[in-house]
């Protein structure tokens, strides 16, 4: 069997697993946020807490639990990283630098999970799984928690009321991602993922000598942060490591947890929203992303010309023999398209157009289908933005889901779509015009620049991975990217959920003969013309410089 033909049938598998999986989850999670049930446990949570899980919020007290939470999260992260040298478990490594407690503790709390560390050389045990590993859990629930608001935004009248934060983030790790979690583990395991709390030892190599290793909680940790789209590795080398990502099985597997609830999000969009066509025209223009993006990266890694590509049977630098070009290629647009971060392989060695693929997948938003939650509003902004455009085409003012689209509401959707181009190309020119992080860049040229973009690119659309020739160890690129992965996180929640306000105070207008069909091809074509007009008028310019040059010149 030829490889690309193995490849098509790895993507056949994902896409088969994802269809069994998207009606029972999709409803499962409708149930969980519409129920006004609370378990034993979350009652524990909330009394301890201090808390009414049924009192309602409107926008403003739900942005606040969100800041509340997410701050208090970033300030406990970063002083267990700055006291790890005194706590058990530690390893013997002592405690993490200012700078990079800051960079990391931000990292994980905004669900982008870059590192600029090794792991294994770093964290010691408590760090991992007290700080890191619970902050995959309830950095994925804070984003479900805001792609939910939205969702009752349209689909309540003339309240104002969004439901409660905490409930909602209590309900999405508990019912949710922790029972997901937990099996994903005992797979994983049963692949060969480790999982344990072992100290360093020394083991033997084959071309002689030793080399120290720790063990850890891998496979749990492993699953969160695939399920949650946080990324971060336990060991440097990510899901390439073996104790992550042991063969090919366990990373069709990683690919399937990555895509799960983001995908799965958007039948309980149409159940909670009254209309699952809605739901399903969501998922049509997320699909034909991937599915097109999965495609050319395969295709791009496989038929890239001169000697050395064609003695391997294709551009195999970077990555991992046993996963191959193919789940190579399947691993990257599935952690770049979402807000995952984890890598299988290096994309730096990627060619060109193939680094330039990831990219855009960031660029994109990161919403085919996009991180937990982040991915399900952020396609609800864009589909808020071909209705308006579909509106000034005709003259009419526009609707989606009975929901006038006017003044307000498009003035947060902009905002929302303005907040990370921003701060991708601001940081990125800081950067090129400093001579300080240029000397961060492994290379120059057009690939030293995408080296730079591909950094604020991740960290802004809280992905976490990297082009791996840039050292971001620094306090420069500590300090920018923490800030771009803060911003970048919790600016467009601000309108997201001012967004949702403003529509749940509606009351929602009868559909007409004049009223855009959201739920049908054409609509869906729209949309997808859309994003890609918003994008490439958004970062071509960066990109010509950049992959595409790189491209072209090979």
């Known amino acids: 069997m030829s490889p690309q033909i193995a490849g098509l049938l790895q993507l056949t598998a994902v896409i088969a697993a994802l269809g069994l999986a998207y009606r029972p989850l999709g409803d499962h999670m409708a149930k969980v946020y519409s129920s006004a049930d609370h378990h034993r446990p979350e009652k524990w949570i909330y009394k301890t807490i201090g808390t009414d899980p049924a009192t309602e919020m409107r926008w403003p007290a739900y942005l606040r639990g969100v800041l509340a939470f997410s701050a208090v999260s970033v300030l406990f992260l970063y002083l267990m990283q700055r006291v790890q040298g005194s706590l058990p478990g530690s390893l013997g490594f002592s405690s993490i630098d200012a700078d990079q407690a800051f960079n990391t503790a931000a990292s994980f709390v905004a669900n982008t999970n870059w590192q600029s560390y090794a792991g294994e050389q770093a964290m010691g045990h408590v760090v991992q799984t007290g700080g890191l590993a619970v902050q995959n859990f309830v950095s994925a629930a804070v984003g479900m928690a805001v792609a939910v608001a939205l969702v009752r935004g349209f689909a309540r009248s003339r309240t104002g009321e969004l439901g409660n934060f905490w409930s909602d983030l209590v309900r999405g790790t508990v019912r949710i991602l922790l029972p997901i979690a937990v099996v994903g583990a005992l797979v994983l395991v049963a692949c060969g993922a480790i999982q344990n709390f072992a100290g360093i030892h020394e083991v033997g190599q084959f071309a002689g000598g ?25 060991f440097n080398a990510n899901s390439a490591h073996p104790f992550e990502n042991p063969d090919g099985l366990s990373n069709l597997f990683e690919i399937f947890l990555i895509l799960l609830i983001p995908v799965s999000l958007t039948r309980t969009f149409g159940r909670m929203a009254g209309s699952l066509k809605q739901g399903y025209a969501l998922l049509g223009a997320m699909a034909v992303i991937w599915l097109g993006f999965s495609l050319l990266m395969m295709w791009t890694e496989f038929a890239h010309r001169g000697p050395a590509f064609e003695i391997a049977g294709g551009a195999m630098e970077g990555k991992e023999t046993r996963f191959g070009i193919a789940g190579s290629s399947l691993f990257a647009v599935a952690t770049t398209l979402t807000s995952t971060g984890a890598v299988n392989s290096f994309h730096s060695s990627y060619t060109g157009f193939g680094g330039g693929i990831t990219m855009l997948g960031m660029q994109l938003g990161e ?12 396609m609800l902004i ?26 307000r509401q498009i003035t947060f959707a902009a905002c929302y779509l303005l907040v990370t181009p921003s701060l991708v190309l601001g940081f990125t020119a800081l950067a090129m015009a400093l001579p300080t992080p240029g000397t961060s860049m492994t290379h120059t040229g057009a690939h030293g620049f995408s080296e730079i973009l591909y950094a604020y690119t991740s960290g802004a659309n809280n992905n976490g991975s990297a082009f ?39 009351k929602p207008v009868p559909e007409t003969s004049g009223t855009l069909r959201t739920d049908k091809p054409l609509y869906v074509g729209l949309l997808l013309g859309t994003i890609l007009v918003i994008t490439g008028l958004t970062y071509f310019p960066a ?7 790189e491209g072209l010149a090979s």
């Not at 306090?475 to 959920?497: D, E, K, S």
């Open 367 to 378: 919403i085919a289908p996009g991180g937990v939650g982040s991915g399900l509003y952020g």
């Open 210 to 234: 030793t080399q120290q290793w720790n063990g850890g909680a891998v496979a749990s940790q492993e699953a969160i942060k695939e399920l949650g789209t946080n990324g971060g590795g336990y």
């Open 543 to 549: 990109l010509a410089l950049g992959p595409l040059a």
């Open 468 to 506: 791996a020739g840039l050292d971001a160890d620094t306090p420069w690129f500590n300090t920018t990217i923490g800030i771009a992965m803060l911003l970048g996180r919790l600016l467009p929640m601000v309108f997201v959920l001012a967004l949702a306000g403003s529509l749940a105070e509606q």
């Open 382 to 407: 864009m589909a808020i933005i071909a209705v308006f455009i579909a509106g000034l085409m005709v003259g009419r003012t526009p609707e989606y889901l009975g929901k006038k689209i006017g003044t």
